[in-house]
């Protein structure tokens, strides 16, 4: 059998050993804070400025800002000039699609013209799309909200079209001016021009 007994512990080393260890950890965690500032939240952004509205050009916008933020993105959609329509509750449910220089119409420019063209080529579509079980304009709003996505109606153009935010959907982001949306795209990966 051992004779040896431990040796108690200098109370005085220990503690330093506790000091330097805790300064470590507080130097470690400052390092870690500059790191996630610098790196931001991971959150991806995405702005969208939505300029058209027809009824074929509010698809691509509402879609790709309610799909990126299902996936957890942070999304603008800042909408001008004749893409506020788009955020119009009455004018949103009767915007038309243009069948005059539209590559994809299978009918010469001169058919096209016709005054009835446009609602005929509209009423194909909404016909495709109930039949598809594509989702609406006002759905995919409602979805876009819902889901986060911020839809700003530009303040000058609510001024020039003389429209009031009224007029616009609930939740809509009014007062909104040019000077916002640069802001966020700046910080944004990724900026669209629809």
């Known amino acids: ?5 431990p ?5 005085a080393a220990n503690a330093e050993e506790v000091a330097d260890l805790q300064a470590r950890i507080d130097e470690l965690e400052e390092e870690l804070s500059a790191v996630k500032s610098e790196v931001g939240d ?10 058209k509205g027809t009824f074929d050009m509010a698809y691509p916008p509402l879609i ?8 957890g993105w942070d999304v603008v959609v800042f909408h001008t000039f004749w893409g506020l329509d788009i955020l119009h509750e009455e004018k949103s449910k009767n915007l038309k699609m243009s069948a005059v220089g539209n590559p994809s119409m299978p009918m010469p420019n001169a058919i096209a013209s016709l005054p009835f063209m446009d609602s005929m080529a509209t009423k194909m579509m909404e016909k495709k799309i109930d039949e598809q079980g594509t989702a609406t304009i006002e759905e995919l709003i409602e979805m876009s909200l819902d889901t986060g996505v911020d839809l700003q109606a530009c303040q000058m153009t609510m001024e020039l079209m003389d429209y009031d935010e009224a007029e616009m959907y609930d939740d ?3 007062g909104v ?10 910080d944004a990966d990724i900026q669209l021009l629809v």
């Open 1 to 5: 059998m051992s004779t040896d007994t």
């Open 42 to 51: 991971g959150q991806k952004k995405m702005t969208i400025i939505a300029t």
């Open 64 to 71: 790709l800002a309610s799909t990126a933020a299902a996936f």
């Open 7 to 11: 040796q108690s512990p200098d109370p």
């Open 177 to 186: 001016g040019a000077a916002t949306a640069l802001e966020h795209m700046a």
């Open 172 to 174: 809509v982001t009014t």
